[in-house]
């Protein structure tokens, strides 16, 4: 208890600057998978087969394959399969790799959410904004968007949440997240070594970080509470 | 001239022909119930006239402006679209009203985005907005709905919706206002005040077009009466002669089986 006590500064600041990594994943993934989940929700509609088929195809090979192949795959392919490791070797090649797999992975998760949003909405609505003279923006934008956006986001709060605890995947390929820190002080990282406890304390983060997101989700859908249809 | 001139409107959906040369016109502050059983075509043929549809053929002028013209080999822009929804307005069965918005809102949207289209709204925008609310709260004062203005459509009564989605569509002045079985959606206890809304404007000389299964009140409201069949217009003429005086034996049997 006592040695904990000790090692405790140092373990805060190296837990710290893993959860940095951590966080930047999870905002890039963000970022990246929102708008490209967009996109393939429209390409799964699209009137043009071909296009459709292929969308749903990969939709399918991303959501029934665990996202640690797929983070395997884009990292290894390239250098092992092709002889050309466009990712580089540190740590920023392994983080840019680890963004482009959770980005693909999650957008094609949103796009599914997306798409049974904009499916939910009536068919009047539209026919009503028609029927006032609104061009087809003014009623996405003013009419149907903020409808959709109330549909989602308890599905999307789910699929957020279990984003925060699967960044932790990117520890296979040796990114330096909150996990990869804690566990550098079992073989030893800043003159601490056999500490498996700074391991454990990972999940405090992921706890605290889950918990703010949980709240922040559940007042965002208490305010979006006052009107149904 | 009559303000709405509909002439040989045609519609399929694949092979079924729902609307089989249908034609009428009406004169300005004149209104038209169109009776007829279910699936005769009503519904469809409203949604021809609003652009919801496109018939197949068949022209539709209102007060001299050319809305849909098979014949016309030159496509309208989808802003001359728009145009001309204007100049009509369509009240649905089950209201359409925009969730998110309160009762006031919904009536000042539209008119507050094509102000923003408006040169002087840069300058003058201040007013504008003011003279959009008062003209809105003016219109539903008259519908019975000042003290619902901060409501949202999920705290109001079925008549109550049906009412605001009258000042919606009023808010914008079309030339002819059409009304898909508007209170087919409601309790009958209110299906009354949603009447009488459209009888008072019947008294204003505001030019409808309501399909209704209420004949009584088609009979009282109405200066002139479609009954359709199977895609067609099989009789028509004032309340008295086709609602009380029926010709056709089709038509004598719809009454019948309505009026119980
Ligand atoms: N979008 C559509 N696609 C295919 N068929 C349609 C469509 N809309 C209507 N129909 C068909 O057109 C016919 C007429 O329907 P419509 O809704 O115009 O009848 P209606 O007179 O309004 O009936 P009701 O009194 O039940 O409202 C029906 O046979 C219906 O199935
Ligand atoms: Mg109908």
Known sequence: MVQIIHQFPTVFNALNVGFLQTLKLFLVTLAGAIPLGLIISFGSKSKFKPLSALVKTVVWIIRGSPLMIQLLIIYYMPGLVFDNNIWGGGEQGRFIASCVAFIINYACYFSEIFRGGIQSIPVGQYEAGQVLGMTKGQTFFRVVLLQVVKNIVPPMSNEIITLVKDTSLARIISMQEIIWAGQAFMKGSHGISGAIWPLFFTAVYYLAFSGILTVAFGKLEKKLSYFHE | ?260
């Open chain 2, 1 to 260: 001239m009559a303000i709405l001139e509909v002439r040989d409107l045609h519609k399929s959906f694949g092979k079924n022909h729902v609307l089989k040369g249908i034609s009428f016109d009406l004169e300005k502050g004149q209104v038209m119930s169109v009776i007829g059983s279910s699936g005769s075509g009503k519904t469809t043929l409203l949604r021809c006239i609003n652009f919801l549809e496109t018939a197949d053929s068949g022209k539709i002028t209102v007060a001299g402006d050319v809305l849909f013209d098979s014949d016309s080999k030159t496509k309208i822009s989808e802003k001359e679209r728009r145009n001309k929804q204007l100049k009509i307005g369509l009240v649905f069965q089950q209201f359409n009203l925009f969730p998110q918005y309160n009762v006031l809102d919904n009536v000042t949207l539209v008119p507050r985005l094509r102000a923003k289209e408006r040169d002087d709204y840069k300058t003058n925008r201040k007013a504008i907005v003011e003279q959009i609310e008062s003209e809105a709260k003016a219109l539903l004062e008259k519908l019975g709905l000042s003290e619902k203005l901060e409501n949202y459509p999920c705290e109001l009564s079925g008549g109550q919706k049906q009412r605001v989605s009258i000042a919606r569509a009023l808010a914008l002045k079309p030339e002819v206002l059409f009304f898909d079985e508007p209170t087919s959606a409601l309790d009958p206890e209110l299906t009354g005040e949603v009447l009488k809304v459209i009888r008072d404007l019947a008294k204003e000389k505001m030019t409808m077009v309501i399909v209704t299964h209420e004949m009584s009140f088609a009979r009282d409201v109405s200066d002139y009466v479609i009954f359709m069949n199977n895609g067609t217009v099989l009789e028509q003429g004032t309340p008295e002669d086709v609602i009380n005086n029926p010709k056709n034996e089709r038509t004598k049997a719809f009454l019948m089986k309505v009026n119980g």
